[in-house]
């Protein structure tokens, strides 16, 4: 079965959603960054301050992973329209819900594959 189960303007609509997603993360990522957090060298830093700074720096960092993996889903995303695989469970290679696609352009498992890969890490 192939990605061809949707028209050409649903993946176009796809396409450039997750362009726009693509650029939005970048974007952010662009404009926040860790160093941003760091206090002038000159500033005498109490310690609740730096305690508040570290806490900020680890929250930073952790919506960055988060950002990164995104990115890397809306880039395979991307691939996959390209591809003509795009709307294929990764997992049983059905279609995965319209719906849910327009939803979460990314998405690669369908509905019944992501809950069993979570139950699968809870059980692990």
Known sequence: MSGKNFDNSFLKKQKEALLHLKTSILNHMRT???DDL???????????DQSQISMSQQMSME????EL????????????????IYGLCEESGEP???KR????PWVRL?????EEE??????A
């Not at 919506?63 to 988060?66: G, P």
């Open 32 to 34: 926040h960054s860790i």
């Open 38 to 48: 760091q206090p002038d060298r000159d500033e005498v830093v109490e310690e609740v």
């Open 63 to 66: 919506l960055r992973e988060r």
């Open 69 to 84: 993996k995104r990115l890397h889903e809306v880039e395979e995303a991307l691939y996959r329209i390209d591809e003509g």
């Open 96 to 98: 995965i819900g319209k």
């Open 101 to 104: 696609l327009e939803k979460l």
């Open 110 to 114: 369908s509905i019944e594959a992501q």
């Open 118 to 123: 979570e139950r699968h890490l809870r059980a």
